[in-house]
């Protein structure tokens, strides 16, 4: 099992940027996907990247997909999203989720991951 703590959220204006990190517990965290998902207000929540336990390959979804880029620190238990060129449309509670794999697979599904985060705020400003 795995537990997960976002930070890194906050208040940042229009083309700005802000890392987002999610610290994992667990032995085994080399053996888990991650993703990011995020959700605003009225709306669902949604898939924005995903990350392989070791790292090599990633997946994003379109509308942050060149200014969004996600990376890992195994030996950390860490996983970043970093975020720039930020848009108002960014903004949302952003979620951290991991799943144990065998595989180097990404996943993009909500279903997909069996452990979340509770959840880090960015709000984007004009």
């Known amino acids: 099992q795995v537990q997960l703590v976002e930070s890194g959220g906050g208040l940042v204006q229009a083309g700005d940027s802000l890392r987002l990190s999610c610290a994992a517990s667990g032995r085994t965290f080399g053996t888990y996907a991650v993703g990011w998902f995020r959700q605003a207000p009225g709306q669902e929540r949604e898939f924005v990247a995903a990350i392989s336990r070791s790292g090599p390959s990633t997946n994003y979804a379109d509308s942050v997909k060149g200014r969004f880029t996600f990376s890992r620190d195994n030996a950390r238990k860490t996983v970043y999203l970093q975020m720039n060129n930020l848009k108002r449309e960014d903004t949302a509670v952003y979620y951290c989720?991991?799943?144990?794999?065998?595989?180097?697979?990404?996943?993009?599904?909500?279903?997909?991951?069996?452990?979340w985060g509770q959840g880090t705020q960015v709000t984007v400003s004009s």
């Open positions: 989720a991991a799943r144990f794999t065998a595989t180097m697979a990404v996943f993009t599904t909500l279903s997909d991951y069996a452990y």
